[in-house]
């Protein structure tokens, strides 16, 4: 049996800008993306604290050092810049690897620099 756990959180992302005329996604920092292991193309549940939206998504990479949080297409019409975010990622693990897991995480303050975590 596998089990769903978090993996990966980026907690409280400020929207950067909304691009409603793109395909679709949400545009992330590099250096946001590296530190809890997000790849591009990667499916993430971004919740909006502003509103109470919740939509899956996946990962484009950002400019790295830019701070960005864009979100993209559909989803530009669910937040607003200035709104706080939680991007989350989602592993499904056997019961041999939960013990040893840890969900990577990092806490952003002020132009989406990080505050704590890795």
Known sequence: M????????IHLA???ETRLDYEGSITLDEDL???VGLVPGEAVLVSNLANGSRQVTYVIPGDRGSG???LNGAS???AAVGDRLIIMAFAYLGPEELAGHVARTIVLGENNSIVRGP
Do not use: D
């Open 2 to 9: 596998q089990i769903k756990v978090l993996r990966a959180k």
């Open 14 to 16: 400020t929207v950067t």
């Open 33 to 35: 993306m590296e530190a």
């Open 68 to 70: 960005a949080v864009w």
């Open 76 to 78: 530009a019409r669910l």
